[in-house]
């Protein structure tokens, strides 16, 4: 038998060219780093606490009872699709029929993915908020499309609704919202979203708005764009119960949206997972029932750590940006003499034995975002100081 010859083109790399720059996460590399240092983790966002037990044992009653151990719907159990509505209806007042306007999907991050392969096509433009959480840049890249980012800067992070609407092109299709923002805590204004909206309606854009931190919003409170005039009809709107319950390794999100985009993003999910979490379904939709006692108990529990941790912070000298939402702090290292965030938190381990992340991942102006780390607070109140007197070797 003749050998077999090479490709054609055998220089070219096995990976997909247009994820050619995404390599390793740095949540994955910053959470091997601090196992293998035996540091506290406050790098990547996951609570070191279980959520509710009654939902835990939900979730045990599904799987004895045969609920979802095979395939669930495509669209997620009936029982979790109304009480998504019956939550939109609660907390917004925003109707939406649980048979043609929900998704349930594998957490946020494939509802993001399936949302973006769906609606776009190569050469559309694609504006979000940056620093952008790192699943935004790949999905958008893996659709061909290219990233526009809207920077939003120290102090404040507010975005420039000037340079937004500047940022507009004939080519620009969507919309990529995250509030509240991670990594900076920033929660959108009604001002800023209403202001968002007319835009969108002006120049016909679509908009996917990640809401995840929903209900940890600690000043003021969360406003869906698609409660704003006309922006029912072009949003899609992503959750997810892995951070509003503390069961983010059950991965079960979801979006709702009206019929057509929802059709939409299913026809791009049902190639993704096909389906996912099935008795896990069953226990979140109880879970988005539990009484407004329990959204306020998660609220005040946070805001409790955000500032045990601000303080800490604070005293080591680290200058932090107050968030109004998320579990999530950005400081500036540059007090402490420090100009590279990336090589601080390498370091940071073996000098105080704490894991952080470089927000500069996060941008594509990695200048801005050069000196900023964040530090995640969704710890047990006793990690959270044995952190904080860590932190006093800086």
């Known amino acids: 038998m003749a050998p077999m010859s090479a490709p054609a083109d055998s220089d070219r790399p096995f990976l997909n060219r247009r994820l050619a720059a995404f390599g390793t996460t740095i949540f994955a590399e910053m959470s091997a780093l601090a196992a293998r240092t035996g540091s506290i983790n406050l790098g990547q966002g996951f609570p070191d606490t279980d959520g509710p ?3 835990a044992e939900a979730a045990v009653r599904a799987i004895r009872d045969g609920r979802g151990n095979q395939y669930p719907p495509g669209p997620g159990v009936p029982e979790l699709r109304e009480a998504i509505t019956a939550h939109q209806q609660r907390f917004y007042g925003l109707g939406y029929d649980p048979d043609t306007e929900v998704l349930v999907t594998a957490g946020a991050t494939e509802a993001i993915a399936a949302a973006l392969l769906a609606l776009l096509e190569p050469g559309d433009e694609v504006i979000a908020l940056e620093p952008f959480y790192d699943s935004y840049a790949a999905c958008i890249a893996m659709a061909g499309a290219v990233r526009v980012p809207l920077t939003l800067r120290a102090p404040d992070f507010r975005p420039d609704l000037d340079a937004l609407r500047d940022a507009v092109t004939p080519r620009t299709r969507l919309l990529l919202l995250n509030t509240p923002h991670n990594p900076t805590g920033t929660v959108l204004t009604p001002g800023e979203l209403a202001a968002i909206a007319e835009l969108a309606v002006e120049r016909d854009l679509l908009v996917v708005t990640d809401e995840v931190y929903e209900h940890l919003v600690f000043e003021g409170g969360h406003t869906p764009l698609a409660s704003l005039p006309g922006m029912r009809e072009r949003t899609v709107t992503i959750s997810s119960a892995g951070k509003t319950f503390s069961f983010t390794g059950w991965k079960v999100g979801w979006i709702t949206a009206p019929p057509a985009l929802v059709s939409a993003v299913r026809s791009a999910k049902q190639f993704l997972t096909y389906v996912s ?21 998660l609220r005040a529990d946070l805001a409790a750590k955000r500032d045990l941790l601000t303080e800490g912070l604070t005293a080591a000298g680290l200058r932090v940006f107050r968030p109004q939402g998320t579990y999530f702090i950005t400081t500036d290292i540059s007090p402490l ?12 381990p073996e000098r105080c034995g704490v894991v952080a992340i470089p927000n500069q991942v996060f941008y594509d102006d990695q200048e801005a975002g050069a000196t900023q780390v964040r530090w995640a607070f969704c710890k047990k109140t006793e990690v959270l100081r044995e952190a904080v007197d860590r932190l006093r070797a800086l």
């Open 53 to 55: 037990a009654e939902i």
């Open 277 to 297: 979490s099935g008795p896990f379904q069953y226990a979140v939709a109880e879970a988005l029932a539990l009484p407004d006692t329990y959204y306020d108990g």
């Open 337 to 348: 003499g420090e100009k590279d965030g990336l090589a601080f938190c390498r370091a940071l």
